[in-house]
């Protein structure tokens, strides 16, 4: 009787531990899809900006064209005024080719798609952090720039490569994140990539590839 009695409380007690730890792990799922646009950050050591890869001259305005494998382009105005570093660094990464075959490795739906991780976890980066040039507003088709969280990076330095497209005015990022530009068109297309269904963690459950970026 007690050998039974003993079982029966081992696989209640059992029971319970899985029931929490599944019951975390899913809030922990669920917390990945959070409203920032961070780049993660395996390190806890506070992220020093480098700076980026220079080029001769900046234009106060370029166009990009981001070309989405079986979706479209993506057309946008880069302010090279407003975000001179960011704009030369984007512009250099597009025109040696880095971001050709990247995928967008999160979306979510009424929020951003984010791209521009050569990991595709977006852990990844091209090894240097951009200084901040926070001004633009977060409205609809902004183009910005990921980071680590303030704990880590105070200075609010963007992300080396990692950039994200907002899918609607998002206010409540104004004044955290380097934007430096805005859809033209092709707002369609970042909708559509928006909705696709997703994995925990906001991956896309299909691979969603920029072919190129080009630079006009």
Known sequence: MNSKFLAVIAVI???????VFYFKNRSQESGNS???PVEQEQSTQAVTPQPPPQQSSVPEQATAVIEVEGYGTINLSLDG?????TVANFIKLSKDGFYNGLKFHRVVPNFVIQGGDPEGT???????TVPAEISLKHKK??????RTDDSVNPSRASSGSQFYIAVQDL????????VFGYVTSGMDVVIQISEVPTEPGDYPIKDI???????E
């Open 141 to 146: 088709g902004a183009i910005a720039m990921a």
């Open 34 to 36: 959070n409203q920032e």
């Open 13 to 19: 007690v059992l029971g319970v531990v899985a029931g």
């Open 209 to 215: 590839v920029i072919k190129r970026i080009m630079i």
């Open 122 to 128: 977006g852990l990844g980066g091209p090894g240097y």
């Open 171 to 178: 206010t409540s990022l104004d004044g955290q994140y380097t």
């Open 81 to 85: 005024k407003a975000a001179p570093k």
